[in-house]
């Protein structure tokens, strides 16, 4: 069993495995739902510190804000263990060595990101409330990075056409 596991191992990473595409869209989808309905977070927030009563709508999408943003932790848990167990497929053929640099800062930067934002805002709310002067900067640097990485996804697919979307569409592409 164990040599056949390993065989399976060899040879060059080819794509996406479905568990990391599905992930990848689960994330997609749990972040921008944190970037559109955060500020009901912030409202509840500073309710609670001014001793007022926060409004019941913003009271719900607050306790939704907590558990998107535990769900979110755990799915990058999982998806940098994917990630680093079985390494990232190779960059599609002919991109140049810069862009290629771009491209793996801006991955890297939107794990480190998966894990600050989380985490700053747990700990804000459970211990240290100036924790969430760190979390608020999330929002921004999700929306920069989402319009970079986004609009290079399109960009390869639409102008480029070497079918980079794919990659994150259909597993082993
Ligand atoms: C919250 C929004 C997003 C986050 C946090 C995110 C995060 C990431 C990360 C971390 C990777 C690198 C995967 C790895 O190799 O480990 C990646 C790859 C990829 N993402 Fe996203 N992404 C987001 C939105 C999008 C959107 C909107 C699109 C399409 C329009 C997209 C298309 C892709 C594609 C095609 C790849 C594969 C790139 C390659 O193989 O070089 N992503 N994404």
């Given amino acids: 069993m164990r040599k056949e596991f390993e065989a ?6 080819r794509g996406y495995t479905s568990s990391q595409i599905i992930l990848h869209w689960l994330i997609v989808v749990l972040v921008l739902f944190q970037l559109i309905f955060g500020e009901s977070m912030s409202s509840v927030f500073r309710a609670a510190q001014r001793g007022t009563t926060p409004d019941p709508n913003d009271a719900t999408l607050a306790t939704l804000h907590i558990w998107v943003g535990f769900a979110i932790l ?15 497929p190779p960059p599609p053929e002919g991109q140049s060595p810069v862009l290629e640099w771009i491209a793996t800062a801006t991955h890297w930067l939107f794990y ?16 240290q409330p100036a924790a969430g002067e ?13 319009v970079l990485h986004a609009g290079a996804a399109l960009w390869h697919q639409f102008w480029l056409r070497d079918g980079l979307l794919m990659r994150m569409l259909k597993p082993g592409a």
């Fill in 8 to 13: 399976m191992q060899v040879g060059p990473v």
């Fill in 74 to 88: 755990a799915a990058v848990v999982i998806r940098l263990a994917l990630r680093l167990r079985q390494g990232p």
């Fill in 112 to 127: 480190f990101l998966l894990f600050a934002v989380p985490i700053s805002g747990i700990v804000a709310y459970y211990w």
């Fill in 134 to 146: 760190v979390h608020e900067l999330g929002k921004p640097a999700f929306i920069i990075l989402i």
